[in-house]
C-alpha cells in the first residue's frame, strides 16, 4: 500500500493510496492510534472513491472515532475503462431512453463489475486492517446505487463484514446473494425512485437474510436521500460496530 499525502483538518487525517493499482482514500481521526471500526464506503455509478457523498459520510464517521476506507470501483474513477464496458455503459444508457426497464440492464452492468470488486475490496480490508492506526477490528460496508450492487456479493462473500448500511437498488441479479446475507442491514428505499421501481426495492429488503433489518423509506427521487440518514447510519454503525 502507497500513500502519496496526507491532509488534516477539524480533526479528521485523509490519506490517498494505492494498492495494486487500486486507487483508493482512507480517513482516520487525527492522530490515531490502535485499533478502532472500519466502515467501507461503496460509491454509485459514474462516481469515484471522493465523490461529496462519500467524503461527507467518510468524514463524519472518521470524526466520530471510525476509520473509513473508498475506492474507485473498477472502470470508474482513475481506474482504466475497457472496451467492454464501454458497451455495456453504452447500451445501458440507450435502453434507459428507450424505457427499458433499468434494474435489468443496471444488473447486467454490476454483474459485470462485481467479480472483480470483490477481490479489490478483500485485497484492500486485508491491506489496511495491517495499519497501525486501523487494525484488525470490526468492519461495516456502506454503499447505495452500484455500491449496493457491488456490496451485496461482498458481504456475502466476506465474513469479517459485521454490518452494512444499503439500498437505492431493486432485486435484479442479486437474490441469491442477498439470501447469504445475515449480518444487520439498514435499508434505504425512496419511494418515488424513477430508477428503481419501489417493488423491486421491497423484493430486495425481503430477500435478505438478516434476522435483523431495518427499512429506511423516505418520499422523493433517486437523489433524494435526506441528510439526516447519514446520522441514521452512525448509529446503526455505532451500535453493531462499537
Known sequence: MRFSSQTSSDGVTEQPFTLDEIPGVLWTPEDARGTRPLIL?????????????????????AAEGFAAVAIDAPNHGDRPKDEEFGRIAAELRAGMAAGEDPGALVAGMHGYLAGQAVADWQAILSAVQRLDQVGVGPVGYCGMSMGCGLGIP????????????????????????????TVP?????QWNDQMVPRDQSLALFDALASAEKTLHANPGG???????????SLRFFARHLS
Not at 46 to 53: D, F
Not at 185 to 189: A, D, G, I, R
Not at 222 to 232: L, Q, R, Y
Open 41 to 61: 464506503l461503496g460509491h454509485g455509478g459514474g462516481q469515484h472513491k471522493t465523490a461529496p457523498g462519500i467524503v461527507s459520510h467518510a468524514r463524519r464517521y
Open 222 to 232: 433517486h437523489g433524494d436521500v435526506p441528510s439526516f440518514e447519514a446520522d441514521s
Open 185 to 189: 442491514v439498514q435499508f434505504l428505499v
Open 154 to 181: 461482498l458481504i456475502a462473500a466476506e465474513p469479517r463484514i459485521r454490518a452494512a448500511v444499503l439500498g437505492l437498488l431493486g432485486v435484479h441479479g442479486l437474490a441469491e446473494d442477498a439470501a447469504r446475507i
